[in-house]
């Protein structure tokens, strides 16, 4: 199926030609129709499957410039809001549709200005319900709500703030829910405010045959050396390093910074503005190495990221497939390396129990140990844990290794 097959407006379809896309996605073929003919669409799927066109081209379609907010999207984080934003503000660049996004960490006065000129807004809870509470926004004409990522807006605490700003809006709407799992309490939401919705299921565009996928399996103070081993000499284009806490990101950034990696830090615990500057970095390879929490990574559509690394694995199959997501896009091939020891392993051994992933073990190289220059925190601690004893200078040629894979196949009894 074809774009001009859709039969989207003309000034749409300009700026679609413009973005280079010649056919919809999976999810935008299915999507679209349904929202243009007035239906509440649950829509699963991840960042990567086109999800923004998709319900962003039929909203545009529909909007009256001028004539008030009429689409309200709520998206879990900022770097989120920035991203649908600016994709938004893509798609509507040969109308008159005005689009604005609000959000926390910066200055409200703008925003309350930009709001009077509004069609569509992009906005994170805690902000909006701000301008909600100090009558700075007229949420009368809204006609669509989105809201992105819903099961993130739960992991966050955001849901009742989402369920305040629902009951503050127009009940005559159309309500369109994305989300890449459906747990019971993003069920109870679709129940409570979608009106008998369509459920539109997509896998995750990630080409499998384009994605390697591999684990290392090494000591705990090992594992830094093995990633700076890997990221200078096996990762020909950008990265992101994801770690458990915001501790640890900043931890690894300093340290990966000390050894002459161009690096930046992005996590909650950090101003709008730092974060805005290290993903523009990323995007314009002015640094080669994002170095994240899941949360702050969350949606981030960045091209010629070659590599993802998990420095601590995730908990579960869905984080797992939400992180190496943000790479092998758009036909490009990319590698996931996940870098355990032996407080990961739990964790891994959920993640391998979704049979549908194809993870490798891969032989440890050689690699120059490295000495940290702080100590690095304790994994979902807050208090920092010396790491090195007395004899920290060697060459690690036999590596060790940990121990994942024999407890696995004990674990898992063979199968
Ligand atoms: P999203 O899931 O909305 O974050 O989109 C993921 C990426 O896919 C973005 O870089 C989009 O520009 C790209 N994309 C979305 N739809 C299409 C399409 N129909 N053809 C090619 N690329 C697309």
Same mark, same amino acid.
């Given at each position: 199926m074809t774009f001009e097959e859709l039969n989207l407006h003309e000034n749409i379809m300009k700026a679609v030609r413009k973005k280079g896309f010649e056919r919809p996605t999976a999810i935008q073929k299915r999507c679209i129709p349904e929202i243009r003919a007035g239906r509440d669409v649950v829509g699963q799927s991840l960042t990567g499957s #086109? *999800? !923004?066109?998709?319900?962003? $081209?039929?909203?545009?379609?529909? =909007?009256?410039? #001028?004539?008030?907010?009429?689409?309200? =999207? $709520? !998206? &879990?984080? /900022?770097e989120l809001a920035n991203q649908v934003h600016e994709t938004i503000g893509h798609f509507s660049s040969f109308t008159h549709v005005n689009v604005t996004s609000v959000y926390g960490g910066v200055s409200i006065g703008p925003q309350i200005n930009a709001l009077r000129r509004s069609d569509i807004v992009v906005a994170t &809870? #805690? /902000?909006?319900?701000?301008?909600?509470?100090r009558n700075t926004i007229n949420l009368k004409s809204v006609k669509f709500l989105v809201i992105d990522e819903a099961d993130k807006m739960f992991e966050m605490g955001f849901i009742e703030d989402v369920e305040e700003i629902i009951r503050a809006l &127009? *009940?005559?709407?159309? +309500?369109? $829910?994305?989300?890449? +799992?459906?747990?019971?309490?993003?069920?109870?939401? =679709?129940?409570?405010? $979608?009106? @008998?919705?369509?459920?539109?299921?997509?896998q995750l565009q990630v080409d499998s045959s384009l994605l390697k996928q591999v684990y290392y399996d090494v000591k705990q103070f090992e594992k830094f050396s093995l990633l700076v081993h890997l990221l200078k000499k096996k990762t020909p284009g950008l990265a992101i390093v994801f770690c458990g806490t915001r501790r640890e990101v900043d931890f690894i950034a300093k340290n990966l910074r000390a050894q002459g990696i161009h690096v930046l830090p992005v996590h #909650?615990?950090?101003?709008?503005n730092k974060r805005d500057n290290a993903v523009d970095s990323l995007? %314009?390879? @002015? =640094?080669?190495?994002?170095?994240? !929490?899941?949360v702050a990574a969350r949606g981030l559509d960045i091209s010629n990221i070659s590599h993802i690394y998990n420095y601590d694995s995730p908990k579960t199959s869905t984080e797992y497939t939400h992180r190496i997501g943000r790479t092998a896009r758009a036909g490009k091939s990319g590698?996931?390396? !996940?870098?355990?020891?032996? %407080?990961?392993h739990t964790n891994f051994r959920n993640v391998m129990s979704d049979r549908s992933l194809n993870i490798k073990r891969e032989e440890v190289p050689q690699f120059e140990r490295i000495q940290t220059i702080r100590e690095e925190p304790r994994h979902g601690d807050r208090r920092p844990r010396k790491q090195f004893g007395n004899n920290n200078s060697y060459n690690s040629h036999g590596h060790s290794g940990g121990n994942f894979h024999k407890r696995r196949m004990y674990s898992l009894g063979g199968r």
């Open positions: #086109g *999800k !923004t066109a998709a319900f962003g $081209l039929p909203i545009i379609e529909k =909007i009256q410039p #001028g004539k008030g907010i009429q689409a309200l =999207i $709520l !998206t &879990p984080t /900022r &809870p #805690g /902000r909006m319900l701000d301008h909600i509470e &127009p *009940k005559e709407r159309q +309500t369109l $829910l994305f989300s890449a +799992t459906i747990p019971s309490d993003v069920n109870h939401l =679709i129940k409570r405010y $979608l009106k @008998n919705p369509i459920f539109i299921k997509e #909650g615990g950090l101003s709008q995007k %314009r390879e @002015n =640094i080669q190495v994002l170095v994240a !929490t899941d590698e996931a390396v !996940t870098i355990l020891a032996e %407080r990961d």
